[in-house]
């Protein structure tokens, strides 16, 4: 189904945060999310630039939230986490153009609610 209501969420933090990011999303709405393995890769001078330390286990938590939501869980993500120096990552959305299953289930709800 074509929809611009939604915006997928990336989260790509230190291995071991990405529960932690979830829980925070989960307390403004979002309902669920995948959690992604990966290995972050940097030259040595972009991290000292940046004033990180090199951690090269990473996770990526990949959530679908409602676009009037985006907002608040990007911000509550980068501040309960302190991206900067705790969770040592980042946190960015993309839209969505289509989405099979959400509408779905929000359209039980609806029903239930009628």
């Excluded at 992604?36 to 040595?44: F, I, P, S, T, W």
């Excluded at 985006?70 to 991206?83: C, E, F, G």
């Excluded at 969770?87 to 959305?93: C, D, E, T, V």
């Amino acid at each position: 189904m074509k929809t611009d209501a939604h915006e997928v969420i990336f989260a790509i933090v230190d291995s071991g945060f990405a529960d932690e990011v979830m829980d925070v999303a989960r307390e403004l709405g979002v309902r669920g999310g995948t959690i992604l393995n990966a290995r972050g890769v940097v030259k040595e001078e972009a991290a000292a630039f940046f004033g990180i330390t090199l951690h090269a286990d990473k996770e990526i938590l990949m959530t679908v939230v409602d676009k009037n939501i985006r907002d608040s869980v990007l911000n509550a993500i980068y501040k309960k986490l302190d991206m900067a120096r705790k969770a040592k990552g980042i946190a960015f959305a993309l839209p969505v153009s289509d989405v099979a299953g959400l509408v779905q289930i929000e359209e039980k709800k609806e029903e239930k609610e009628q």
